[in-house]
């Protein structure tokens, strides 16, 4: 069993960056890859980011490329999602989740995800 839990979210205005981070318990982490996705108010859970459990490889949505970068740091069992210039329209609530089960690679697939937070809020203001 895995816990996951966000933090970093908040109120900023366009343009502006936030961090987010996503703690996982347990002494299996590098083993998992992990995923950030986001759910807007009245829409669909999208996939945002993704990072392979060894190799730093990641995988983006077309809307945060260039903007958006995910990394890990296992020793601290921790995955980060740094977000530069925000716009409105990146507005949601912003889940990690972990995949235990992945060969190496991170996928856009929620289903694939075994493990999810809470989530945390990121508001972007015009």
């Known amino acids: 069993q895995v816990q996951l839990v966000e933090s970093g979210g908040g109120l900023v205005r366009a343009g502006a960056s936030l961090r987010l981070s996503c703690a996982a318990s347990g002494r299996t982490f590098s083993s998992y890859a992990m995923g950030w996705f986001r759910q807007a108010p009245g829409k669909e859970r999208d996939f945002v980011a993704g990072i392979s459990r060894s190799f730093g490889i990641t995988k983006y949505a077309d809307s945060v490329k260039g903007r958006f970068t995910v990394s890990r740091d296992n020793a601290k069992s921790t995955v980060y999602l740094q977000m530069n210039n925000l716009k409105p329209e990146d507005t949601a609530v912003y889940y990690c989740?972990?995949?235990?089960?992945?060969?190496?690679?991170?996928?856009?697939?929620?289903?694939?995800?075994?493990?999810w937070g809470r989530g945390t809020q990121v508001t972007v203001s015009s």
């Open positions: 989740a972990a995949d235990a089960t992945a060969s190496i690679y991170a996928t856009s697939d929620e289903y694939d995800y075994d493990y």
